[in-house]
């Protein structure tokens, strides 16, 4: 299985703080993408990398991927109470099988 | 634009009773096509995923059932739900397995 697995479980920062969260993986992918999904709600994409890109960046996001060690890294600069959510890693599999495989999520709880 | 729909939002069904969960797309051709079950604060679990009418994979061999009818209409089935059917079930669609995945809104069912 690709599934991610993000750490930790559950994070809660004053606003303003940065927040950071890990995903890892255990075979070869094509590309690892992050997704929010606040309360109730599907899930948003949020950013893409491949697996030949080290760091990508989107707005407040900073994403970073390490292939070697089958492992992905999300900061959220200057977290806002609206960043209060869940996130989650899927990855794409290298050899097609036509679908991504989604880790557990990290809560994240931004206090105003 | 392309835009999902999903419903209902919420269902309540008892235990034994059927499921028809419908899902469909728009603003798009030949879309890849998912179910996914999310328990309460818990990952993704993928249950079916479709790359084109008629053809269904299943990932989790189970109650559920998923059907294909038209290019952009996915329908997750059961003839008797069990207790634990009840979840959060999310359809999604994406253009490949390596673009990002679009989501619907969910539907909570709840069976009792």
């Known amino acids: 299985s690709q599934q991610g697995e993000e750490d930790p479980q559950a994070l809660s920062i004053q606003e303003g703080e940065n927040a950071t969260m890990n995903c890892s993986y255990k075979?070869?992918?094509?590309?690892l993408q992050w997704y929010r999904q606040n309360s109730g709600r599907g899930l948003v994409h949020l950013i893409l990398?491949?697996?030949?890109?080290r760091e990508k960046h989107s707005g407040r996001l900073r994403v970073t991927l390490d292939t070697s060690k089958k492992s992905s890294s999300l900061l959220i600069t200057a977290s806002r109470a609206a960043d209060t959510a869940s996130y989650f890693c899927a990855t794409a599999p290298y050899y097609g099988n036509n679908r991504l495989a989604f880790g557990k999520g990290n809560q994240v709880v931004v206090i105003p | 634009s392309q835009t999902i729909h999903q419903w209902p939002a919420t269902l309540v069904q008892p235990v034994g009773s059927p499921l028809s969960l419908e899902c469909t797309v728009e603003?798009?051709?030949?879309?890849?096509l998912y179910w996914y079950r999310q328990a309460a604060g818990r990952g993704l679990q993928l249950l079916f995923y479709?790359?084109?009418?008629?053809?269904i994979s299943s990932e989790v061999p189970q109650n559920l059932s998923a059907s294909r009818p038209q290019d952009r209409q996915f329908i997750l089935s059961s003839k008797k739900l069990l207790l634990s059917d009840s979840g959060f079930y999310l359809c999604?669609?994406?253009?490949?397995?390596?673009?990002?995945?679009?989501f619907g809104q969910g539907t909570r069912l709840t069976v009792v």
């Open positions: 999604a669609w994406s253009v490949s397995q390596d673009t990002e995945a679009f």
């Open positions: 603003g798009t051709s030949n879309p890849n």
């Open positions: 075979t070869s992918i094509n590309n």
């Open positions: 479709s790359v084109g009418i008629g053809q």
């Open positions: 990398i491949r697996s030949n890109e």
